[in-house]
């Protein structure tokens, strides 16, 4: 049983120790090419493409319209994200 199954069987919030977990695993599909060559071309991508992999509903609400640049440390959007992530 995956994850994501579990989380949505138990209807409680996603804890950090969980997020940090999954977003490992979406690093990892992105590094073996899963999300396609877009999502290895800078770092920014990367961290973008593992956002979206992580919670694509949090990351429309929040980044879609305004993704992360290069050198960009947005920490009002990362606690919306956060936030978004935990409900």
């Not at 949505?8 to 997020?19: G, H, L, Q, T, V």
């Not at 509903?57 to 960009?72: F, K, N």
């Not at 919306?80 to 992530?85: G, L």
């Amino acid at each position: 049983m995956t994850l994501l199954k579990i989380l949505a069987k138990s209807r409680r919030p996603i804890s950090d120790a969980e997020i940090r977990e999954k977003k490992l695993q979406c690093y990892a599909d992105i590094e073996s090419g899963l999300w396609g060559q877009k999502c290895i071309a800078t770092a920014v991508d990367k961290e973008n493409c593992a956002l979206q992999c992580l919670s694509p509903v949090c990351y429309e609400r929040v980044y879609q319209s305004d993704p992360l640049e290069e050198g960009e440390k947005d920490t009002v959007r990362s606690q919306e994200y956060k936030y978004c992530m935990h409900k």
